[in-house]
Nanobody, 116 residues
Framework: QVQLVESGGGLVQPGGSLRLSCAAS????????MSWYRQAPGKERELVAG????????DYADSVKGRFTISRVNDKNTVYLQMNSLKPEDTAVYYC?????????WGQGTQVTVSS
């Protein structure tokens, strides 16, 4: 059974940091490109960051460049999102996504709230 389980979300003050994790199982993790998306209330889901299957290429939304870092450890079937210098506008539910060809899997999401 395919599973993507996000963790690490929570409440943090502006300027703070969080590290999200997404643990995968049920498929060949090392073959899949992984991404983090987020969705704020009343807004569409948007791409935050992506990483290639071997971890050699990364991409970021302009709004998070220089603050967020995506990484993966294929031996642990896990992808991470290190988020620094958090802003209130980063508040959203964060989802991880796995993609290989036409096959896509999504996690259930983890809430990140940035507020004083």
């Amino acid at each position: 059974q395919v599973q993507l389980v996000e963790s690490g979300g929570g409440l943090v003050q502006p300027g703070g940091s969080l590290r999200l994790s997404c643990a995968a199982s049920g498929f060949t993790f090392s073959s899949y490109a992984m991404s983090w998306y987020r969705q704020a209330p009343g807004k569409e889901r948007e791409l935050v960051a992506g990483i290639s299957s071997a971890g050699l290429r990364t991409d970021y939304a302009d709004s998070v460049k220089g603050r967020f870092t995506i990484s993966r450890v294929n031996d642990k079937n896990t992808v991470y999102l290190q988020m620094n210098s958090l802003k209130p506008e980063d508040t959203a539910v964060y989802y991880c996504k796995a993609k290989f060809g036409w096959t896509t899997y999504w996690g259930q999401g983890t809430q990140v709230t940035v507020s004083s």
